[in-house]
């Protein structure tokens, strides 16, 4: 028997999955490092807390583009997996997902049937030789290189330990695909299915339309090269919306006219500011100032430069009665 480092002629070779390469279980050989991440059968698995997979990829000195599917439900609770029965918080959960030690996207989650995708490109030069490429999920109060000023100002507003639970249901290495996003402006779901911004995840993937903003934040993650965004600055539209009969207190629930609350929330509407931004953080360095706005009615236009290095997490201020929305987003 021979060895080299801790590996012995007894052990078995693992080949490198091959790009394009999908896996959608958790007990494939790609898989080759888990840390508080319980594998599935039918999904890749479920991080039991913040943790991190490592996948074999034959890379081949090329770049790869990576997608993921994140998803919760009502078994992501803290302490899941020693049975724990405890309520889903009502919290949203803001989750950092790393590559390679650098933080790439970041991703907000609201309620029990949230979905997420996540997508960002590994240059040739972060693929070790190996090809072993990890994954992490942090939650955003976890790790380095994330703005104290951000986790002090988000901190009561957020679910606490907000990976626990989350289910990792799949991942793509594929090769880079060339430019080819032809809209210059999409609506608010197709925002978030494109990951531009995360506003509480996806409870129906093809939704389309407004998004509603009831978490009063939003992630603008860093935008893909030759994708909707990459042109170099972004218009968001926020606009208002009445909240339905059925989340407005109960005092509203003793009307019986249908009409007379169906005209109360129009002049309500119609007499709201448009949304006010109180706040844009870096997640890496802090506040960012004021950017550029415009108010028409109740519709705010906010212009950013597309973020390159870090995800934006944009605040708004909340308006009983009136719930804020991403209208739609311009690439320019």
Request: aromatic share 4%.
């Amino acid at each position: 028997m021979s060895s080299v480092g801790s590996a012995t002629d007894l052990d078995q070779m693992v080949l490198p999955a091959i790009p394009p390469a999908h896996v959608l279980s958790g007990q494939v050989a790609a898989l080759q490092v888990t840390d508080r991440l319980h594998r599935g059968t039918q999904i890749v698995g479920r991080f039991e807390t913040s943790g991190l997979a490592g996948f074999k990829i034959a890379a081949q000195g090329r770049p790869l583009r990576v997608r993921m599917s994140l998803s919760v439900d009502e078994r992501s609770v803290t302490d899941w997996h020693n049975g724990s029965t405890e309520p889903v918080s009502s919290l949203p959960r803001l989750i950092q997902i790393r590559s390679q030690g650098q933080l790439r996207q970041c991703v907000l989650l609201r309620g029990r049937r949230a979905q997420a995708q996540v997508a960002f490109d590994l240059p040739a030069e972060e693929i070790p030789d190996d090809g072993l490429i990890c994954i992490e999920a942090l939650d955003i109060m976890e790790g380095d290189g994330v703005s104290e000023e951000l986790r002090q100002i988000v901190g009561g507003r957020l679910m606490r330990d907000g990976v626990a639970g989350l289910r990792l249901d799949k991942i793509v290495f594929e090769e880079v695909p060339p430019a080819d996003f032809d809209p210059d402006t999409l609506d608010g779901c197709r925002c978030e299915l494109y990951s531009l911004i995360s506003a509480g995840g996806l409870a129906n993937v093809n939704r389309q339309g407004a998004r509603q903003l009831r978490s009063g934040m939003f992630v603008i993650n860093p935008v893909l090269p030759g994708a909707f965004g990459s042109s170099g600055l972004i218009t968001l539209r926020l606009g208002t919306r009445a909240e339905p009969a059925s989340v407005i207190p109960a005092t509203w629930r003793r009307i019986n006219s249908e009409l007379r609350w169906l005209r109360h929330a129009t002049r309500k509407l119609m007499r709201s500011a448009a949304p006010t931004v109180v706040r844009i953080l870096s997640v890496r360095d802090g506040d960012m100032g004021r950017a550029k706005r415009r108010v028409q009615g109740n519709i705010t236009e906010l212009e950013l430069p597309s973020p390159a290095r870090s995800p934006l997490l944009v605040m708004v201020g909340a308006v009983p009665g009136v719930i804020p929305t991403l209208e739609s987003g311009t690439s320019h």
